[in-house]
Every structure is written in structure tokens, then in C-alpha cells.
């Protein structure tokens, strides 16, 4: 028996395999989509990219209308859903990661004069000075430094800032150190610090109406980064870009595409940091607490004078630093080709079905049967809600649900009066 022959029986087994593959693929559209065509097809399609481009740009542009309240319903959801769902274990202690130092309670004074009317309290800088010293010494194991203290004015002692100035710059050209510079919104300018050295901006866009912290930016004003994009691309080794799509900008980290803005999730809470287990004060530091591979990250993690309201809570500006610079190392601003996919699937299926195609819908006799009913009618905004929630708990997107309703019931509402005009004519 030839080869060619024996190979008939093999082609025939596979083409009937695919047929019958082809015949169940189509059954499963057309149940899902009854009545398609490629007509339809196409106009769901476009429909469905337009819905797609709006909510990324949503995701990572728009700071109005956040619905600050709303996204904390949805974080305490997420945490349901992870715990008691999922069961999905809490992050590693924050001591594994990261070296917490206190600033809180290790002050200096600068004097009043004629420039300063009263006393201003600032970070003791020949202790920190000091303990930069010892991380200077370590840095073979250090990770990065992320200094969150601003450096405003000289103190009243040169000497130690002379000291505090040679620790940065050593820190600094090992490529890992950075501290706050600011961006003066009114003037248009970066305020640096006094002193020489890395520096990147700590700041944050408040929401519209309100002064709560809810999303962070990763580059801003023209190219600015933040401390936490800077810590992530010094021990990641990776580049967050800014690039441009005719006149659209946006982002990537190695090559992948990128949230500028996210709503970070706080992995680490400011009620779960217990003092000298999980943050010890800076005067209190040794080398002897430093472990490999550690980000050392320096602050008023009690809160006593860098404090914001956050979706989970008040937290401290470190403790925000820390969960940024984490959603970063877990990719929460990644947007991947499954996430793109899941996008399309769901918006092409509420597309096709609040334009192409509605089921007739008995309003039922008895309250199961409304209720059923009920559900049947309003399925596009029940696949809408399931949506946002499989984008939060597993892609950490946090969609803004009633952008989506809204959307989809204009479009109902529109439908019904132009339904009712045509029945009146």
C-alpha cells in the first residue's frame, strides 16, 4: 500500500473533524447572536473598537468624574472577591520587599527670622545623613532609595546639610536614589530641591470636585516622572515611553502598552504597618535591618504631617509611593492582548444586542417569573456590570460602570421614543 494512499483515510478523519468543529462553532454564534450577518458583523465590530478606545481613554486620561464613592464600593468588592471567592493569599509581608524608615518622629527645627515668621519643623538632616551613610555603605544590597522628603530650604545647620548633599550625590550616581522635586501648577515651573541630585516629582491630580487621591500619574507635565516610575525603572530595567499616534499619545514599558494613569490598588494599607515590626524610626536604624534586595523607602509613614484620603482610608504619602511603585512591578498598568480581547467580546455582544437584535420577552404572571423576565430584559447591563468586575479583579482596570450605563441607556432610551414616534405615525 503506497503512502499517498494511506494517506487518504488521515485527510478525511481531519476534514470531518473540522467539520464538524465549524457546525458547533456556528451553533454556539448563533445562539449567542441569532439573526447575524456580516452586515451586522461589521457595524458591532466598529462599534465595539469606539467603546474600546473610549475606555482606555478613560482609564488612563480622564480625572472628571471618578466617582470617588462609587470606586470604594467596588474596592471592598474586590476584596470580597479575592478573600472569601478566591481565596487568594494576602501579598508577602512588607518587610520581604521593602525597608521602611520613619521620619515621623525624628524632627529638627529651623529658627524664625526674617524670611520665617514662625518655626518650621523639618527632618533631622544630620541623622538622615547618618542613615544614608550606613545605606551607602550597603548598597550592594539595596535595591533603590525612595527619600520622600521634601528639601525646601537649607536648615539651620551647614554642616549637616554639606553631609546630607555628599550622601545624595552618592546615592544619586549609583543610579539609585531619588527624592521630591515640585511642579508649581500656577507659575508653570519645577521647584527642585536645595539639594544636588536625582529627584522626580511626588504629586498627584485630585479628582474633579473633590480633594481625595484616587488616580496617579505616571508622567507628568510634559515628561516629568514620578518617584515611583523612577524607582520601578531603575531595578526593573525596563523604560516607561511616551510615543504618539498621529496626534494621540500614548505609553509603553518594554515594548508593551501602558497606563499612564491607574487607580492603584493598595496591596499595603496604612492600618496594616505596625511600628517596629513592619516600620522602624529612622534613629533607630542599623545595618543590621537591612536585607538583600531591599527599596528602602524613607517617610512620614505615621501620617502626622503627609497625610491623604485614599479609596481604602487615610494613608500616608509613603505608604501611596509604596503601592504605586507595587501595582508597577505587577503590571496593573499593562494592557494586554487578553484584556483587549475580553473588551472586544463583551462590547460586540452588548452592541449587537441593543442594536441588531431583542428578544421578545413575556412579562410573566407570577414573581419568579417578573423577576426572570426582568433579568432577560436588562441582560446587556448585567454583562456590562460582570465585565467591570472581571477587568478589576483580574486585569486591576477599573472601569467606571456608570459610564457604561449611561451609555448603553441613552441608546435605549432613544430607541424607545424613536419606537414610539414610528407606532404614533
Same mark, same amino acid.
Given at each position: 500500500?503506497?503512502?499517498?494512499?494511506?494517506?487518504?483515510?488521515?485527510?478525511?478523519?481531519?476534514?470531518?473533524?473540522?467539520?464538524?468543529?465549524?457546525?458547533?462553532?456556528?451553533?454556539?454564534?448563533?445562539?449567542?447572536?441569532?439573526?447575524?450577518?456580516?452586515?451586522? /458583523?461589521?457595524?458591532?465590530?466598529?462599534?465595539?473598537?469606539?467603546?474600546?478606545?473610549?475606555?482606555?481613554?478613560?482609564?488612563?486620561?480622564? +480625572?472628571?468624574?471618578?466617582?470617588?464613592?462609587?470606586?470604594? &464600593?467596588?474596592?471592598?468588592?474586590?476584596?470580597?472577591?479575592?478573600?472569601?471567592?478566591?481565596?487568594?493569599?494576602?501579598?508577602?509581608?512588607? /518587610?520581604?520587599?521593602?525597608?521602611?524608615?520613619? /521620619?515621623?518622629?525624628?524632627?529638627?527645627?529651623?529658627?524664625?527670622?526674617?524670611?520665617?515668621?514662625?518655626?518650621?519643623?523639618?527632618?533631622?538632616?544630620?541623622?538622615?545623613?547618618?542613615?544614608?551613610?550606613?545605606?551607602?555603605?550597603?548598597?550592594?544590597?539595596?535595591?533603590?532609595?525612595?527619600?520622600?522628603?521634601?528639601?525646601?530650604?537649607?536648615?539651620?545647620?551647614?554642616? #549637616?546639610?554639606?553631609?546630607?548633599?555628599?550622601?545624595?550625590?552618592?546615592?544619586?550616581?549609583?543610579?539609585?536614589? /531619588?527624592?521630591?522635586?515640585?511642579?508649581?501648577?500656577?507659575?508653570?515651573?519645577?521647584?527642585?530641591?536645595?539639594?544636588?541630585? +536625582? +529627584?522626580?516629582?511626588?504629586?498627584?491630580?485630585?479628582?474633579?470636585?473633590?480633594?481625595?487621591?484616587?488616580?496617579?500619574?505616571?508622567?507628568?507635565?510634559?515628561?516629568?516622572?514620578?518617584?515611583?516610575?523612577?524607582?520601578?525603572?531603575?531595578?526593573?530595567?525596563?523604560?516607561?515611553?511616551?510615543?504618539?499616534?498621529?496626534?494621540?499619545?500614548?505609553?509603553?514599558?518594554?515594548?508593551?502598552?501602558?497606563?499612564?494613569?491607574?487607580?492603584?490598588?493598595?496591596?499595603?494599607?496604612?492600618?496594616?504597618?505596625?511600628?517596629?515590626?513592619?516600620?522602624?524610626?529612622?534613629?533607630?536604624?542599623?545595618?543590621?535591618?537591612?536585607?538583600?534586595?531591599?527599596?528602602?523607602?524613607?517617610?512620614?509613614?505615621?501620617?502626622?504631617? &503627609?497625610?491623604?484620603?485614599?479609596?481604602? #482610608?487615610?494613608?500616608?504619602?509613603?505608604?501611596?509611593?509604596?503601592?504605586?511603585?507595587?501595582?508597577?512591578?505587577?503590571?496593573?498598568?499593562?494592557?494586554?492582548?487578553?484584556?483587549?480581547?475580553?473588551?472586544?467580546?463583551?462590547?460586540?455582544?452588548?452592541?449587537?444586542?441593543?442594536?441588531?437584535?431583542?428578544?421578545?420577552?413575556?412579562?410573566?404572571?407570577?414573581?419568579?417569573?417578573?423577576?426572570?423576565?426582568?433579568?432577560?430584559?436588562?441582560?446587556?447591563?448585567?454583562?456590562?456590570?460582570?465585565?467591570?468586575?472581571?477587568?478589576?479583579?483580574?486585569?486591576?482596570?477599573?472601569?467606571?460602570?456608570?459610564?457604561?450605563?449611561?451609555?448603553?441607556?441613552?441608546?435605549?432610551?432613544?430607541?424607545?421614543?424613536?419606537?414610539?414616534?414610528?407606532?404614533?405615525?
Amino acid at each position: 500500500m503506497s503512502k499517498k494512499a494511506s494517506s487518504k483515510p488521515k485527510q478525511y478523519f481531519f476534514a470531518k473533524i473540522a467539520q464538524k468543529f465549524w457546525r458547533l462553532a456556528g451553533k454556539i454564534i448563533f445562539f449567542f447572536l441569532p439573526e447575524i450577518n456580516w452586515k451586522r /458583523t461589521g457595524w458591532s465590530a466598529l462599534h465595539s473598537v469606539w467603546l474600546i478606545a473610549v475606555t482606555l481613554l478613560w482609564l488612563g486620561y480622564v +480625572n472628571v468624574m471618578d466617582g470617588f464613592g462609587f470606586m470604594n &464600593d467596588h474596592m471592598n468588592m474586590k476584596a470580597f472577591v479575592n478573600d472569601v471567592v478566591l481565596r487568594k493569599p494576602p501579598p508577602p509581608d512588607v /518587610t520581604e520587599k521593602y525597608l521602611l524608615l520613619n /521620619t515621623s518622629r525624628n524632627n529638627a527645627l529651623v529658627p524664625l527670622d526674617n524670611d520665617n515668621t514662625i518655626n518650621t519643623v523639618i527632618t533631622d538632616r544630620r541623622l538622615l545623613a547618618e542613615k544614608l551613610a550606613i545605606i551607602d555603605q550597603n548598597a550592594d544590597k539595596i535595591a533603590y532609595v525612595i527619600c520622600d522628603v521634601f528639601f525646601e530650604f537649607p536648615s539651620d545647620d551647614p554642616l #549637616a546639610d554639606s553631609l546630607l548633599q555628599k550622601m545624595i550625590l552618592s546615592l544619586s550616581a549609583k543610579n539609585m536614589f /531619588t527624592m521630591p522635586a515640585f511642579y508649581n501648577d500656577r507659575e508653570r515651573q519645577l521647584v527642585p530641591p536645595v539639594f544636588e541630585g +536625582n +529627584n522626580g516629582l511626588s504629586q498627584y491630580r485630585s479628582s474633579y470636585l473633590n480633594e481625595q487621591f484616587l488616580k496617579y500619574t505616571f508622567i507628568l507635565y510634559g515628561g516629568q516622572h514620578q518617584m515611583p516610575l523612577q524607582a520601578f525603572e531603575s531595578v526593573s530595567r525596563k523604560e516607561m515611553k511616551r510615543k504618539k499616534l498621529w496626534f494621540i499619545p500614548f505609553y509603553t514599558i518594554d515594548g508593551r502598552w501602558a497606563l499612564n494613569t491607574i487607580i492603584p490598588e493598595f496591596r499595603y494599607k496604612q492600618s496594616d504597618l505596625v511600628e517596629g515590626i513592619n516600620y522602624i524610626h529612622l534613629g533607630l536604624f542599623e545595618d543590621y535591618f537591612i536585607r538583600e534586595g531591599q527599596v528602602v523607602i524613607i517617610g512620614d509613614f505615621e501620617g502626622i504631617y &503627609d497625610v491623604h484620603q485614599t479609596i481604602t #482610608a487615610f494613608a500616608s504619602g509613603p505608604i501611596v509611593l509604596l503601592n504605586v511603585f507595587e501595582a508597577l512591578m505587577n503590571g496593573d498598568n499593562i494592557i494586554s492582548l487578553s484584556y483587549l480581547l475580553l473588551l472586544f467580546v463583551v462590547f460586540f455582544y452588548v452592541t449587537y444586542h441593543s442594536f441588531f437584535y431583542k428578544r421578545e420577552i413575556s412579562p410573566g404572571h407570577t414573581r419568579f417569573q417578573r423577576i426572570v423576565s426582568f433579568i432577560k430584559g436588562k441582560w446587556n447591563y448585567f454583562v456590562l456590570l460582570i465585565l467591570v468586575y472581571v477587568s478589576m479583579v483580574f486585569f486591576s482596570h477599573y472601569i467606571h460602570i456608570l459610564i457604561l450605563l449611561s451609555y448603553f441607556g441613552l441608546i435605549e432610551t432613544a430607541e424607545t421614543f424613536l419606537s414610539k414616534r414610528q407606532q404614533r405615525q
